[in-house]
């Protein structure tokens, strides 16, 4: 099993920064099948990124994703009040595995 | 708009059974592999089981194998989780989900809202 392991636990920052979110897999994610999300308290997961670099539909270009083999970034270049949530990185190349989550807070 | 809707959860004991359903909407049902998840609560998310489009092939986590079983009905476009033997460690929100494409291998891009399932005595 690939064990995807996300740092830091929690971000503290402000609106309009910069947020630098990473995700390391113990083994190689093949055809870089990664995948971002983004989970709001009571809300279903909604998808940012898959093939570890493709926005999803609708999703704003602030976000973007990054990396291949086992170390994967999520990076959020403004953030935005609306953005302050627990992102997941997740693997689809083998079976289907996920990070602990990264809580993106308010400072 | 494509939407998918979870319901059948609620409180049971341990040892005993309970039967989720998923009632999709917006796209043709019987072309898409479908898949539960879950989230225990404060905790990360954790995939359940998988059905290939026409219910030929199915897929577990080990965490589940033997005690669960998934199924589905294309004519009504509604997925099933058959949960037996149910422990502690099963409480959790279950979603089912699409992949992309609808094939096996792929993100996960359409989600329900969720059925809280809670097993305690």
């Known amino acids: 099993e690939i064990v995807l392991t996300q740092s830091p636990g929690t971000l503290s920052l402000s609106p309009g920064e910069r947020a630098t979110l990473s995700c390391r897999a113990s083994q190689s994610v093949s055809t870089s099948y990664l995948a971002w999300y983004q989970q709001k308290p009571g809300q279903a997961p909604r998808l940012l990124i898959y093939?570890?670099?493709s926005r999803a539909t609708g999703i704003p270009d602030r976000f973007s994703g990054s990396g291949s083999g086992t170390d994967f970034t999520l990076t959020i270049s403004r953030l935005e009040p609306e953005d302050f949530a627990v992102y997941y990185c997740q693997q689809y190349g083998s079976s289907y595995t996920f990070g602990q989550g990264t809580k993106l807070e308010i400072k | 708009q494509v939407q998918l809707v979870e319901s059948g959860g609620g409180v049971v004991q341990p040892g005993r059974s309970l039967r989720l359903s998923c009632a999709a909407s917006g796209f043709t049902f019987s072309y898409y592999a479908m898949h539960w998840l879950r989230q225990a609560p404060g905790k990360g998310l954790e995939w359940v089981a998988l059905i290939s489009y026409d219910g030929s092939n199915k897929y577990f986590a080990a965490s589940v194998k033997g005690r669960f079983t998934i199924s589905r009905d294309n004519s009504n476009n509604t997925l099933y989780l058959q949960m037996n033997s149910l422990r502690a460690e099963d409480t959790a929100v279950y979603y089912c989900a699409t992949a992309q494409g609808g094939g096996y291998q792929g993100p996960f891009d359409i989600w329900g809202q969720g059925t809280m399932v809670t097993v305690s005595s």
């Open positions: 093939g570890a670099s």
